[in-house]
């Protein structure tokens, strides 16, 4: 059975109170299609303001820390995010993996504290330009998943494939690439939502969405423009419409 859409956008570092009306009008468009799971992950400092002004969608934070407390100097746990009004939280996104050095078993741990805490997970998983070049994507991504699952199981979990060389340019996979590893990572973890995130724009959200055969995406800089962000929205609703009722 096909599973529910999820649209989720990423605001990474950038926002403040000023585009609360941003966070507002993606709200107002997710009631409008309730067929479509819809979530930003905000910089921290805006998720309980974004909580109160906005119930159209979910509020979701961008890391947390393995520990619910301690002496960690500029870290957010999980319990915190939950506090402040998220319900989800992304982990192991590639700026947190090659940036911030993380590895599959702090995601493995962070991912455990965030379930404990009652967050779902965004898990994001994808190979660099150099393991595309050559050949070793299905190799990186399954390492990934079983990694950073560590047995854990899909409970609460959707997956975000992310390609490294597709994020943050306008280089996106062929679909059928994203078709062939939402197929991996469904034979790797059944039961996720799975997601494509990597220069989506409503021009070629359709395509990746129903030829890429995955259950949404995870948006980063088109989710900073309402207005994108929203037609990215109306294609993937329009596209289940026309799965689920072919004419
Ligand atoms: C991301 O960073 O998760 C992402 C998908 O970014 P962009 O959409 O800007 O490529």
Redesign the pocket.
């Given at each position: 059975m096909a599973k529910r859409p999820l649209l989720v956008g990423?605001w990474?570092m950038h926002g403040d109170g000023g585009d609360l009306p941003t966070v507002i009008a993606i709200g107002e468009a997710a009631r409008r299609h309730p067929a479509v799971d819809v979530a930003l992950c905000l910089p921290a400092t805006l998720i309980e303001r974004a909580g109160r002004v906005c119930l159209g969608l979910a509020i979701g934070g961008q890391d947390c820390h393995a520990e619910p407390n301690g002496a960690h100097t500029g870290d957010i746990s999980a319990a915190m995010l939950r506090e402040a009004g998220a319900s989800l939280v992304l982990l192991g996104?590639?700026?947190r993996r090659h940036d911030h050095h993380e590895n599959d078993v702090l995601i493995a741990a962070k991912l455990r504290a965030a379930r404990a805490a009652g967050l779902d997970v965004m898990l994001?998983v994808g190979e660099t330009a150099e393991d595309h070049a050559a050949g070793r994507s299905a190799e990186v991504v399954r390492q990934q998943l079983t990694r950073s699952l560590a047995g854990m199981g899909g409970q609460g979990i959707a997956i975000?494939y992310?390609p490294v060389w597709?994020?943050?340019?306008d280089r996106t996979p062929d679909p059928a690439e994203v078709a062939a590893m939402a197929g991996l990572i469904r034979d790797t973890v059944s039961g996720v939502r799975i997601v494509y995130?990597?220069?989506?724009t409503p021009d070629n959200g359709a395509a990746l969405f129903v030829d890429g055969g995955v259950d949404g995406f995870?948006?980063?800089?088109?989710?900073l423009d309402a207005e994108a962000f929203i037609a990215i929205l109306k294609s993937i609703d329009l596209a289940t419409r026309q799965i689920s009722s072919p004419s």
């Open positions: 990423n990474k996104h590639s700026e994001c975000a992310e597709a994020i943050g340019g995130g990597g220069s989506v995870l948006v980063g800089r088109q989710s």
